[in-house]
Nanobody, 123 residues
């Protein structure tokens, strides 16, 4: 089982950037598909990015495409989410997630989750 710890959230003005990190425990990080989700108050979890085991394939929904970039460093057991051109609508708790046995990285399911990190974008 993998354990995930996010960092890098905070308060940023609209148009600004943030980079989130997710550190994973264990020796088999490269065996996991990784994703980033977010949940705004009163809304359901929404996937914002996913990346396959090698880092060669990624997924973004239209709401963040062109603004967010997911990456991973398997040697460091870490994945990242670079967020640019942030909008107030991006305000949410952002979660790192992992899955071992999935083929569609956009659908999951992702059984392993971090505790979340708050991102607040002011207008």
């Amino acid at each position: 089982q993998v354990q995930l710890v996010e960092s890098g959230g905070g308060l940023v003005q609209a148009g600004g950037s943030l980079r989130l990190s997710c550190a994973a425990s264990g020796r088999t990080f490269s065996a996991y598909v990784m994703g980033w989700f977010r949940q705004a108050p009163g809304k359901e979890h929404e996937i914002v990015a996913a990346i396959n085991r090698s880092g060669g394939a990624t997924y973004y929904p239209d709401s963040v495409k062109g603004r967010f970039t997911i990456s991973r460093d398997n040697a460091k057991n870490t994945q990242y989410l670079h967020m640019n051109s942030l909008k107030p609508g991006d305000t949410a708790v952002y979660y790192c997630a992992a899955a071992r046995d999935i083929t569609d990285i956009s659908r999951g399911p992702y059984p392993y989750w971090g505790q979340g990190t708050q991102v607040t974008v002011s207008s």
